[in-house]
């Protein structure tokens, strides 16, 4: 049997509670129920005069680990969806009144999309294609004019002179995302997902092709209202940097006042299926990856909140819920190889000399939400051309952001393995999201680990007592790896010899370390030091 670990994470350094500052704020989550409103998790969505139009998406939960029964025709979105969040009101349009090709890419789900003034272009996507009998990622980058929809559907009346669709294989993309720096479009990451999803492997049972991008294509779009082309199209290929999937890329003001872009986490790490930690800077002039940072609290896709603070020169990122290798239980980080579904809302800042860190917010989600969700910005927020909410021109005390809508509700942590479909479903549940200015009262929590430049991960994939213990180093140097037991007796103490730069991993067979029981494993260098408590489960 596979053991499984669950980590509980302490750092040694730099652990504090941060007072409030100047500039600081707190953010409240209110829920707001509209009726009638189905659950739909993994869409796209525009957004025209308050008013939104949802496309694609799941209306199920987490997908089935079983062939047959993962990412189904029954879950399927097959309608076009237009909320009114402030009227709590909802129209719908079935997409059968398309054209096939566009009811398949618009039916299917992780698609990448940006909205441009009132086009909102989305490209690829994963779903089954009728026309090909086979569960494909979708050649396709659609466009649709937003307000023209929306008329359209309230009013009962035809969209299909406000749909457009161009094929072209550079499109066949799936979990990554579409964003914009000034004039270029970026498609970053993700994978082409050809098949049924198999958690055995592509060679078990009906099999499939899986093949990650490991790139940013850019690009331009030249569209006349009738005609679709690309422009300019280029290649940026790095595994290291881009072999990410179901994840957050999140539009920035960098520390240079340059608009640009930031990749955080996301799976899978190609030496195990664990997430990434670290996170890659992405400008007009290229991309750079941040390995003395590490993000441990949200990991895969969420609702995410930018905001940038001219006076301070920072950069605030807020992730609400969703899933994570780790999550924060009484002060304690644990971390769950299984990945489960958390409640943490948490906070990533950049300051003024370009350094991240990570902080737990004190409040939370209101239960195991935030996987698949968005949140959408309320008309008249002040933002940056990119989107960046204008922290510093939110005058009043309390602001109204957005509502964070869908996503994935989930009634326990882990429920992959025993998934029958009723554990997890689409949340139709909104969210009214505000903003506190010049509050005294928040204290958010330093993660200690997410700078400390390590970057530590403990894991097992063995039923063999194999530890594994991953590791960055900014510099080479000598490493300790001590392992202690609950009685705090050592039972493996190594100092690995001149260790190189960058990333490393030390991989032993422990025969010493027993299911059901603890251990303590810590890492030091010269430079810094991290004791993560591991329990191994029967």
Same mark, same amino acid.
């Given at each position: 049997?596979?053991?499984?670990?669950?980590?509980?994470?302490?750092?040694?350094?730099?652990?504090?509670?941060?007072?409030?500052? +100047?500039?600081?704020?707190?953010?409240?989550?209110?829920?707001?129920?509209?009726?009638?409103?189905?659950?739909?998790?993994?869409?796209?969505?525009?957004?025209?005069?308050?008013?939104?139009?949802?496309?694609?998406?799941?209306?199920?939960?987490?997908?089935?680990?079983?062939?047959?029964?993962?990412?189904?025709?029954?879950?399927?979105?097959?309608?076009?969806?237009?909320?009114?969040?402030?009227?709590?009101?909802?129209?719908?349009?079935?997409?059968?009144?398309?054209?096939?090709?566009?009811?398949?890419?618009?039916?299917?789900?992780?698609?990448?999309?940006?909205?441009?003034?009132?086009?909102?272009?989305?490209?690829?996507?994963?779903?089954?294609?009728?026309?090909?009998?086979?569960?494909?990622?979708?050649?396709?980058?659609?466009?649709?004019?937003?307000?023209?929809?929306?008329?359209?559907?309230?009013?009962?009346?035809?969209?299909?002179?406000?749909?457009?669709?161009?094929?072209?294989?550079?499109?066949?993309?799936?979990?990554?995302?579409?964003?914009?720096?000034?004039?270029?479009?970026?498609?970053?990451?993700?994978?082409?997902?050809?098949?049924?999803?198999?958690?055995?492997?592509?060679?078990?049972?009906?099999?499939?092709?899986?093949?990650?991008?490991?790139?940013?294509?850019?690009?331009?779009?030249?569209?006349?209202?009738?005609?679709?082309?690309?422009?300019?199209?280029?290649?940026?290929?790095?595994?290291?940097?881009?072999?990410?999937?179901?994840?957050?890329?999140?539009?920035?003001?960098?520390?240079?006042? $340059?608009?640009?872009?930031?990749?955080?986490?996301?799976?899978?790490?190609?030496?195990?299926?664990?997430?990434?930690?670290?996170?890659?800077?992405?400008?007009?002039?290229?991309?750079?990856?941040?390995?003395?940072?590490?993000?441990?609290?949200?990991?895969?896709?969420?609702?995410?909140? +930018?905001?940038?603070?001219?006076?301070?020169?920072?950069?605030?990122?807020?992730?609400?819920?969703?899933?994570?290798?780790?999550?924060?239980?009484?002060?304690?980080?644990?971390?769950?190889?299984?990945?489960?579904?958390?409640?943490?809302?948490?906070?990533?800042?950049?300051?003024?000399?370009? $350094?991240?860190?990570?902080?737990?917010?004190?409040?939370?989600?209101?239960?195991?939400?935030?996987?698949?969700?968005?949140?959408?910005?309320?008309?008249?927020?002040?933002?940056?051309?990119?989107?960046?909410?204008?922290?510093?021109?939110?005058?009043?005390?309390?602001?109204?952001?957005?509502?964070?809508?869908?996503?994935?509700?989930?009634?326990?942590?882990?429920?992959?393995?025993?998934?029958?479909?009723?554990?997890?479903?689409?949340?139709?549940?909104?969210?009214?999201?505000?903003?506190?200015?010049?509050?005294? /009262?928040?204290?958010?929590?330093?993660?200690?680990?997410?700078?400390?430049?390590?970057?530590?991960?403990?894991?097992?994939?063995?039923?063999?007592?194999?530890?594994?213990?991953?590791?960055?180093?900014?510099?080479?140097?000598?490493?300790?790896?001590?392992?202690?037991?609950?009685?705090?007796?050592?039972?493996?103490?190594?100092?690995?010899?001149?260790?190189?730069?960058?990333?490393?991993?030390?991989?032993?067979?422990?025969?010493?370390?027993?299911?059901?029981?603890?251990?303590?494993?810590?890492?030091?260098?010269?430079?810094?030091?991290?004791?993560? /408590?591991?329990?191994?489960?029967?």
């Amino acid at each position: 049997m596979i053991k499984k670990l669950l980590l509980i994470t302490y750092s040694f350094l730099f652990v504090n509670w941060l007072q409030a500052q +100047p500039g600081a704020f707190e953010i409240v989550v209110e829920p707001v129920a509209i009726s009638g409103l189905a659950g739909i998790q993994s869409f796209a969505y525009g957004q025209a005069e308050g008013k939104w139009l949802i496309v694609g998406g799941r209306t199920d939960g987490l997908h089935r680990r079983q062939p047959f029964a993962a990412f189904n025709e029954n879950g399927k979105n097959t309608e076009l969806i237009v909320i009114d969040p402030v009227g709590k009101k909802k129209w719908t349009a079935p997409l059968s009144a398309l054209s096939v090709s566009l009811q398949e890419q618009l039916g299917s789900t992780n698609m990448q999309f940006q909205q441009q003034a009132d086009i909102l272009y989305i490209a690829g996507g994963y779903g089954y294609s009728a026309s090909m009998d086979e569960h494909i990622t979708f050649g396709k980058l659609a466009a649709i004019d937003v307000s023209k929809t929306i008329n359209a559907i309230i009013n009962n009346e035809s969209v299909t002179d406000f749909i457009r669709q161009i094929t072209d294989e550079k499109f066949a993309v799936t979990g990554g995302h579409l964003n914009k720096i000034y004039d270029t479009y970026y498609l970053v990451g993700g994978q082409k997902f050809t098949g049924l999803y198999n958690p055995m492997g592509p060679n078990h049972g009906p099999g499939f092709v899986q093949q990650y991008t490991d790139q940013i294509r850019k690009f331009g779009i030249k569209d006349d209202g009738v005609n679709i082309s690309i422009t300019d199209y280029q290649l940026i290929t790095d595994s290291l940097a881009f072999h990410r999937r179901d994840y957050n890329v999140i539009p920035q003001i960098l520390t240079n006042g $340059k608009e640009g872009l930031t990749v955080f986490s996301g799976v899978f790490q190609t030496v195990a299926d664990i997430p990434f930690l670290n996170s890659v800077d992405i400008d007009n002039d290229g991309y750079s990856i941040n390995n003395s940072f590490a993000q441990y609290y949200n990991h895969y896709h969420c609702a995410v909140l +930018p905001m940038y603070s001219q006076h301070r020169n920072e950069m605030h990122n807020i992730f609400f819920g969703g899933i994570a290798h780790y999550y924060d239980s009484s002060g304690t980080m644990v971390q769950n190889s299984d990945v489960p579904f958390v409640k943490s809302i948490s906070r990533v800042t950049r300051d003024n000399s370009g $350094k991240l860190a990570e902080y737990k917010l004190p409040v939370s989600m209101p239960s195991l939400l935030g996987a698949g969700s968005e949140l959408i910005l309320f008309p008249g927020i002040p933002q940056y051309p990119n989107e960046v909410i204008k922290f510093d021109s939110l005058t009043n005390d309390t602001t109204l952001i957005g509502h964070i809508f869908g996503g994935i509700s989930s009634k326990i942590p882990n429920v992959f393995w025993v998934n029958t479909g009723k554990e997890s479903k689409a949340s139709n549940q909104l969210f009214k999201v505000y903003l506190i200015k010049n509050t005294e /009262k928040q204290k958010d929590k330093l993660n200690a680990q997410s700078n400390n430049g390590l970057q530590m991960q403990v894991y097992s994939n063995t039923p063999d007592a194999i530890l594994s213990v991953k590791y960055f180093l900014s510099v080479s140097t000598d490493v300790e790896l001590q392992i202690r037991d609950a009685n705090k007796k050592i039972i493996k103490n190594v100092i690995l010899k001149r260790q190189a730069k960058g990333e490393n991993t030390f991989h032993k067979n422990i025969p010493t370390l027993k299911g059901g029981k603890q251990y303590w494993v810590t890492l030091k260098t010269a430079f810094a030091q991290s004791t993560q /408590k591991i329990i191994i489960e029967p």
